[in-house]
């Protein structure tokens, strides 16, 4: 079924578009499922769990004697993160898509100076409904992408947005559109970032058709791959 899925997904979206299958509170079994599939960008939400998955893989690995099994899988991170879980997380990403705060976002500049890394990031607007979701305001967003050289060890990358949980697509289109809109002033007033500031990361499971047609360049698919999650 996962390969079935994941076929369908890669005829129906765009060149431009990049499937992420999102895997948290999915077993590693599952993940390899997906990649047997071709898959090979996934998610996760849970420092703890993507710590625990990587060292899954470094096990099968041993236990397989192929040291470059899976060896082109990438991860990326989509939770909120503590600064003080960054080790489990930074070393082992290749994007972090939701900083949503400058605590944070100083928090992983100083990890990079560090471990002389530089980390490709997603900032996070706030536009949905919900109190409960992170996020900047657009102009704490212009402000931080105005002050650019000073966090040398970050690589900004785009944006990643979520719309407010709800079946009425007019405030669907409505948050993405804000979103949309973020995404293209940051381009706008910042044309030096254009070489490197190219993701719009919009639309999961159930609104990623919706999220098309905004000019998304990821979608965020997790239960229409998986199932539904086991919490």
């Known amino acids: 079924m996962i390969d079935i899925v994941i076929n369908k997904l890669n005829r129906e979206l765009p060149a431009t578009v990049r499937l992420v299958a999102v895997s948290k509170f999915h077993p590693f079994e599952a993940i390899e499922k997906a990649y047997s599939a071709g898959q090979r960008i996934f998610a996760e939400s849970r420092p703890q769990e993507l710590l625990a998955k990587v060292k899954r893989l470094e096990e099968l690995r041993l236990e397989r004697g192929e040291p470059d099994y899976m060896s082109d899988i ?24 939701s900083v949503d705060s400058l605590r944070l976002l100083d928090a992983i500049n100083n990890w990079g100076k560090a471990n002389g890394k530089r980390v490709n990031v997603l900032l996070e607007p706030h536009v949905a409904a919900e109190d409960t ?9 212009y402000s931080i992408l105005r002050n650019s050289s000073e966090y040398p060890h970050v690589s900004f990358c785009g944006i990643m947005g979520m719309a407010t949980f709800t079946d009425d ?21 910042f044309p030096s970032l254009s070489a490197y500031f190219k993701e719009l990361s919009i639309g999961m499971s159930d609104d990623y058709h919706i999220a098309l047609e905004y000019g998304t360049t990821m979608v965020r698919i997790g239960s229409m791959i998986f199932g539904v999650r086991s919490y």
């Not at 990438?74 to 898509?97: A, D, E």
């Not at 405030?171 to 973020?182: C, E, G, L």
């Open 133 to 141: 979701k992170q996020g900047f305001s657009a102009e704490e967003i």
């Open 74 to 97: 990438q991860w990326h991170f989509i939770g909120h993160l503590q600064t003080n879980k960054l080790k489990m997380v930074l070393p082992f990403v290749s994007l972090v898509q």
């Open 169 to 189: 697509e007019t405030v669907i289109r409505a948050d993405f559109s804000a979103i949309r809109a973020i995404y293209d002033e940051c381009l706008s007033q």
